[in-house]
């Protein structure tokens, strides 16, 4: 028996018009990019890479309306307009999460769509900055009406 471990990770976005009250939810998968494969295996070569133990500290969730399809080679998203450092991490055996909240004043992008999200390592609040982890091309609805979770979920 071969074991094949393979990451998968997926974006679970959770809605609340304030509006109305209405909630839901929707579920977008995600592409996990090279860098954070390439931080993984320096870490587990420690003797010989000496790696930066911070380089896989998860800070920042960041949105961008780029609609171009993710791929592992992503080092940025298409076109950041903001980001937030993480409100939540967690783990268990199975799973890492991150949860990342918008209220109805955050994150609004001309158009009412946020059409990408990207988990970022190492981040500060600069767009662009820290180790773009995970992307996922999304069409999150998000108006100056609606709050959103972004809960990342990594499983492997």
Not at 110 to 139: H, M, P, Q, W, Y
Request: aromatic share 10%; with cysteine; proline share 3%.
């Amino acid at each position: 028996m071969i074991d094949k471990i393979k990451p998968e990770g997926r974006y679970i976005v959770k809605y609340t018009d304030e509006k109305t009250g209405r909630k839901w939810e929707e579920v977008f998968n995600n592409t996990i990019t090279s860098g954070m494969f390439a931080a993984i295996f320096e870490f587990l070569n420690q003797a010989i890479s000496n790696p930066d133990c911070d380089a896989l500290n998860i800070t920042h969730l960041a949105l961008g309306t780029g609609t171009t399809a993710a791929t592992r080679s992503d080092v940025k998203l298409v076109t950041e307009y903001a980001r937030k450092p993480v409100g939540f991490k967690s783990f268990s055996q199975v799973k890492f999460t991150t949860e990342t909240p918008f209220t109805a004043s955050e994150g609004n992008p001309t158009g009412e769509f946020i059409k990408e999200v990207g988990t970022f390592a190492k981040a500060t609040e600069t767009i662009d900055s820290g180790l773009l982890l995970s992307r996922a091309t999304v069409n999150i609805y998000k108006t100056a009406s609606v709050s959103i979770i972004i809960v990342w979920e990594l499983t492997f």
